[in-house]
């Protein structure tokens, strides 16, 4: 059990003073992944994102999300959920807070799209509100009056928020680079978050996750140029590994495809859906003739085809880790075909990952990772160098880094205090900051916060997670006998 279930219950905290803004971080703090953060004022409590995050250890496990408790114990005051954008770190945990609470969601079009997929997972999509936002209309929540201003991200459609609260202006990045080519032509919109600054900014919230990368992410258009040409210049079968979310880099492979005169197989759920999502709202116009069936591709001349499959960080039974036992029931990788994983390795995942790009070679094909060509994959999130840009356009009064770990979030609150920020604080969840017009930012208590483990859209109580840790750790002896009696 986490350290946070054991914090004084969500009753005991007072409402918000009328000038006050209270934050409580209920995920994404201290930790990469599981996104969620409420605000609360005297008028009511807005929630930024519902993410999930992943087990680092196999019992059994689908996902976790954040616990409840704290708002759920103030349900009358709680006026809807505001989506920054589509990664399953950001919405995942929706159904799980939906199920107990009936309030809006608003979100960019395609995150929307996505939630439906996973409402309707739940048997939820008829019975949730979902209301699109748009880039430079502002929506009122209650007493909140939420922006939302393009970001680049990896996903398309991503947003960072402008809120106007009880203590002033608050900006929340959510996830962002600053790349001023984006293949869907939509960079940051550094114009206006400098104009919210140059008008003042009480509160900046804002990205952590690689603060230790020095300089910026690189543009995803050099990555387009890197993946067109292996395309072109492979000479049999390509095969990429991407993540599926990444909507900027099926464009373009898109591209690559069409210029190679190859057809398109998606291989993997995951692909399938976010391919669907984001041409439904219209966000990846490929040709109506690009995409083949498998049943199709594993008869089609080598040379014509592009496979984009799932599995780069060697996930159980997916795509390419078929791909590397040569046990994938539609399509068999050959000697001289080419494969591209255009991704990183997460931290922890280097084991399974080498294992499977072993399997691959010892199939005979060519291959192609982020570690022998560093122009296949750019991240998603900004720089330092990005990170210090967006902190002296915005000129907060006020700094809380958020998504990262706890040394994210030291190593950016230094960074804030260099580009002369006045107040900066770090907070981890479960952690209750107040900040007010002119109150300081400053942490004023705890809430209970934590994790809940779920398998096949079920929660797991920590009961189950001990007895199978148990299990792990000590084994099962069975025992067969033939008694004659």
């Not at 209309?137 to 996903?155: C, K, N, Y």
């Not at 390509?238 to 979310?245: I, K, L, P, R, T």
């Not at 590397?324 to 539609?330: D, I, Q, R, V």
């Amino acid at each position: 059990m986490h350290p946070e279930q054991s914090a004084p219950a969500p009753s005991q905290l007072p409402p918000p003073a009328p000038s006050t803004l209270r934050l409580v971080p209920l995920g994404g703090l201290g930790e990469v992944g599981m996104n969620c953060l409420a605000l609360e004022q005297a008028d009511g409590i807005l929630l930024i994102d519902c993410g999930v995050t992943f087990p680092s250890s196999d019992l059994g496990v689908d996902v976790y999300h954040p616990r409840f408790d704290h708002v759920l114990a103030l349900r009358e005051r709680v006026r809807g959920v505001v989506l920054t954008h589509g990664h399953e770190d950001h919405i995942g945990g929706l159904p799980f807070l939906l199920r107990h609470l009936d309030v809006p969601v608003w979100g960019p079009p395609h995150a929307l799209e996505l939630v439906r997929y996973r409402l309707a997972e739940h048997a939820l999509e008829d019975k949730v509100r979902l209301l699109p936002t748009q880039v430079g209309r502002e929506v009122a929540i209650g007493g909140f009056v939420v922006e939302p201003l393009r970001v680049t991200h990896s996903i398309v459609d991503a947003t960072a928020l402008a809120i106007h609260t009880a203590a002033g202006l608050v900006v929340h990045t959510g996830d962002f680079k600053l790349d001023p080519t984006p293949l869907d032509n939509e960079p940051t919109d550094e114009a206006r978050f400098r104009a919210l600054g140059d008008a003042g900014v009480r509160l900046l919230l804002s990205d952590s996750t690689n603060v230790d990368s020095p300089g910026e992410a690189g543009s995803e258009r050099d990555v387009a140029h890197a993946l067109a040409e292996l395309v072109e210049t492979a000479p049999a079968r390509v095969v990429v590994g991407v993540f599926a979310s990444n909507v900027q880099r099926l464009l373009a492979l898109g591209q690559a495809a069409v210029r190679a005169r190859r057809k398109i197989c998606l291989l993997g759920r995951s692909v399938q859906t976010h391919v669907r999502a984001a041409q439904a709202v219209g966000r990846l116009p490929w040709p109506s003739d690009l995409l083949v069936p498998p049943e199709v591709a594993s008869s089609m001349p080598r040379e014509r085809l592009l496979v984009v499959a799932s599995g780069t960080q060697a996930e159980r039974a997916s795509t390419l880790t078929r791909f590397a036992s040569g046990t994938h029931p539609l399509l068999r990788l050959e000697e001289g075909d080419r494969v591209v994983l255009s991704s990183r390795v997460i931290p922890g995942n280097d084991r399974p990952v080498v294992d499977m790009m072993a399997g691959l070679l010892r199939l005979g094909v060519e291959l192609v990772t982020w570690s022998t060509d560093r122009r296949v994959h750019a991240s998603g999130h900004a720089h330092r160098t990005e990170q210090e840009r967006m902190i002296d356009l915005t000129q907060p009064r006020s700094f809380l880094p958020v998504h990262g770990a706890l040394h994210h979030l030291t190593r950016h609150a230094a960074l804030a205090r260099e580009r002369g920020v006045a107040e900066v604080l770090v907070a981890e969840n479960g952690h209750v900051v107040e900040i007010g017009k002119t109150q300081p930012l400053g942490r004023s208590g705890r809430a209970v916060t934590g994790r809940v483990a779920t398998a096949g859209g079920e929660e797991l109580g920590e009961e189950i997670l001990r007895e199978r840790a148990n299990l792990g750790r000590s084994g099962v002896a069975f025992v067969s006998l033939v008694v004659d009696v």
